[in-house]
């Protein structure tokens, strides 16, 4: 089963605007993580914060984390055509090794 | 820097047929894992392998087989395949477990 779930399923926004996607888990975390897809490639990793962490910056990108309510959400400013893709959250889990990952938000963003 | 080089990038088998899938990376990473990715189900851990020498199944073991062949280099087996293995396969890797992975391109099987 999935740890992350990530919503909504799909956003659909104006250049310019921002975008924020959600993620809720289930278990305790050692680490969430985001990635992100291009359609037909491989998944690319945008940003990772710890259990011990509630926000992260990287570029455009803002990421938070609320571990009383086992959600994350991550924000993208000023989106660009560019940032058009899938966009998914991954949990490391204390109670197992394995990371999981969520079924993904796809972002399109108009020009 | 080639990063992580899956091979091949498309496969068609039959039913009942093996093969496996390579997987590579340049990077002297400690962990390789290989996914699956099907259409609305995200990314599936099938094995991944911590560091060399060493290999636990995921989510989805069965009916697949890896071998960490070196720090390099982890393959997945399919040793008789079956139309629900029909997928796309990533392969990743990252210096310590769990953490940022590094995907390759990926493989698209067709399992008829």
């Known amino acids: 089963s999935q740890q992350g779930e990530e919503d909504p399923q799909a956003l659909s926004i104006q250049e310019g605007e921002n975008a924020t996607m959600n993620c809720s888990y289930k278990?305790?975390?050692?680490?969430l993580q985001w990635y992100r897809q291009n359609s037909g490639r491989g998944l690319v990793h945008l940003i990772l914060?710890?259990?011990?962490?509630r926000e992260k910056h990287s570029g455009r990108l803002r990421v938070t984390l609320d571990t009383s309510k086992k959600s994350s959400s991550l924000l993208i400013t000023a989106s660009r055509a560019a940032d058009t893709a899938s966009y998914f959250c991954?949990?490391?889990?204390?109670?197992?090794?394995?990371?999981?990952f969520g079924a993904g938000t796809r972002l399109t963003v108009k020009p | 820097n080639a990063g992580v080089t899956q091979t091949p990038k498309f496969q068609v088998l039959k039913t009942g047929q093996s093969m496996t899938l390579q997987c590579a990376q340049d990077?002297?990473?400690?962990?390789m894992y290989w996914y699956r990715q099907d259409p609305g189900m995200g990314l599936r851990l099938i094995y991944y392998?911590?560091?060399?020498?060493?290999?636990d199944k995921g989510e989805v073991p069965n009916g697949y087989n890896v071998s960490r062949l070196n720090k390099r280099e982890f393959s997945l087996r399919l040793e008789s395949a079956a139309p629900s293995q029909t997928s796309v396969y990533f392969c990743?890797?990252?210096?310590?477990?769990?953490?940022?992975?590094?995907f390759g391109s990926g493989t698209q099987l067709s399992v008829l």
């Open positions: 990743a890797s990252s210096e310590t477990v769990n953490e940022k992975l590094f």
């Open positions: 278990t305790s975390i050692n680490n």
């Open positions: 914060i710890r259990s011990n962490e």
């Open positions: 991954a949990t490391d889990a204390r109670n197992n090794n394995d990371m999981r």
């Open positions: 990077m002297n990473h400690n962990s």
């Open positions: 392998s911590a560091s060399e020498g060493t290999t």
